[in-house]
T-cell receptor, first 113, second 111 residues
């Protein structure tokens, strides 16, 4: 079965601090995604990637950067964390743009104080 | 920007009853619809997908799609307490960049 892992699972950060969320997939999927989930907003796409070395902006990229150093790894970086970035973050992988099933990691709960 | 609207926001059905969930896309170019289920504290998992007009059945779950109205619906018959979850609808355009998710319908099945 598809496997996507995320670390850390929980994180408390201070306002203005730097936060890095990591994601690893063993599915050999080309595409990887970062979403945040907030009550009333569903899943919102932050950044995605077509493959190693590529990153693309999603619907809400402001305040976030992404890095895809390899097929397996995709990171989300908050350079200057703010309380509005408190949320649950999900990473996902998939093998086809748009038309393919996405496999989600377990999520990271981030609290910015 | 493409939007995916789901209704109702929440739904309570008795055990053994039928649950019906709705989803509509605002983008006429959409050609794939997905239904994901997310149990509390867990990550979303794909439940069913539908790409062609008509109906698709898998066990207790049936999905309908009307491409002309960009409307899909998910029906769960003989609902069980384990079906209690957040149901997310997603829409995408083949060979494009991303999938857009709706805000979900929270289903509670009462024993």
């Amino acid at each position: 079965e598809a496997a996507v892992t995320q670390s850390p699972r929980n994180k408390v950060a201070v306002t203005g601090g730097k936060v890095t969320l990591s994601c690893n997939q063993t599915n050999n999927h080309n595409n990887m995604y970062w979403y945040r989930q907030d009550t009333g907003h569903g899943l919102r796409l932050i950044h995605y990637s077509y493959g190693a070395g590529s990153t693309e902006k999603g619907d809400i990229p402001d305040g976030y950067k992404a890095s895809r150093p390899s097929q397996e790894n995709f990171s989300l970086i908050l350079e200057l964390a703010t309380p509005s970035q408190t949320s649950v973050y999900f990473c996902a992988s998939g093998d086809r743009l748009g038309g393919g099933e996405q496999y989600f990691g377990p999520g990271t709960r981030l609290t910015v104080l | 920007q493409q939007k995916v609207q789901q209704s109702p926001e929440s739904l309570i059905v008795p055990e053994g009853g039928m649950a019906s969930l709705n989803c509509t896309s605002s983008d006429r170019n959409v050609d794939y619809f997905w239904w994901y289920r997310q149990h509390s504290g867990k990550s979303p998992k794909m439940l069913m997908s539908i790409f062609s007009n008509g109906e698709k059945e898998e066990g207790r779950f049936t999905v309908h799609l009307n491409k002309a109205s960009l409307h899909t619906s998910l029906h769960i018959r003989d609902s069980q307490p384990s079906d209690s979850a957040l149901y997310l609808c997603a829409a995408s355009i083949s060979n494009t960049d991303k999938v857009v998710f709706g805000t979900g319908t929270r289903l509670q099945v009462s024993p």
